[in-house]
């Protein structure tokens, strides 16, 4: 029941602090509307015409703040729109203000110029803000369909330009393979030496002559 409750409690807040904006608005507006029409006769414009000149001022300040609403997410467009509602809300409040100063009294020579000059100036600021409005809705609607956007074509006049080929790669040379060094042949084991025995030691001979050694007689049986 709680929930509910504050459900239903913020749904009438709502809903009254709409009320009192369109009141409060309603109200100001229309003041705002007899104060400057009274404004426009006293700077000597025709009586029958003088309504015009608050419903320049205030249209001028609900499509600046239309615009602002519709261009949020174009920096350019909405910079625009937002100075247009200030000095829109400055030329208001200065012509509201002007009025209780003049007292019922026309107004200098120079004051009613400024309330004149303002007719052709919000003319020019109004129309370039629809044009920017348009084309910002052109470039939503593209965004929303690619198929919408212009294709821009070269113009045949100018010369075509020159197509830069792309750089041929540069292709370094291969290493020559390094050459291997030819192994040296492994030489054979040299065989051991085989032992070196002594020479023979020769006979030593005499130089004696070797005498004969004659037969000697036995005798037999005895002499």
Do not use: Y
Not at 55 to 64: C, E, H, P, S, Y
Not at 109 to 125: E, F, K, Q, T
Not at 133 to 142: D, G, I, M, P
Request: charge should be negative.
């Amino acid at each position: 029941m709680r929930a509910a409750d504050q459900s239903v409690g913020m749904r009438l807040a709502h809903g009254s602090a709409a009320l009192i904006i369109l009141g409060v608005g309603a109200a100001a507006f229309r003041l705002s509307f007899s104060t400057l029409e009274d404004l426009a006769r006293l700077a000597r414009m025709p009586a029958d015409d003088a309504w015009l000149f608050p419903l320049i001022v205030d249209g001028t300040i609900l499509l600046a703040t239309f615009g602002l609403l519709v261009c949020s997410q174009h920096k350019s467009e909405r910079n625009f729109f937002l100075g247009v509602l200030v000095v829109g809300s400055l030329v208001s409040v200065a012509g509201n203000s002007v009025h209780a100063v003049a007292a019922g009294q026309p107004l200098p020579g120079w004051a009613a110029a400024l309330v004149a000059a303002v007719a052709p100036i919000s003319l020019l600021v109004d129309t370039h803000g629809l044009a920017l409005l348009f084309r910002v809705a052109a470039r939503q609607r593209a965004q929303a369909d690619p198929e919408l956007m212009p294709v821009t074509e070269p113009e045949p006049d100018s010369p075509a330009a020159p197509v830069e080929s792309a750089p041929e790669p540069v292709t370094e040379p291969a290493p020559e393979p390094t050459a291997v060094p030819a192994l040296a042949p492994v030489p054979d084991p040299v065989p051991a030496p085989a032992p070196v025995l002594p020479a023979p030691i020769p006979a030593v001979r005499s130089s004696r002559p070797v005498q004969t050694m004659l037969p000697l007689a036995v005798p037999v049986g005895g002499a």
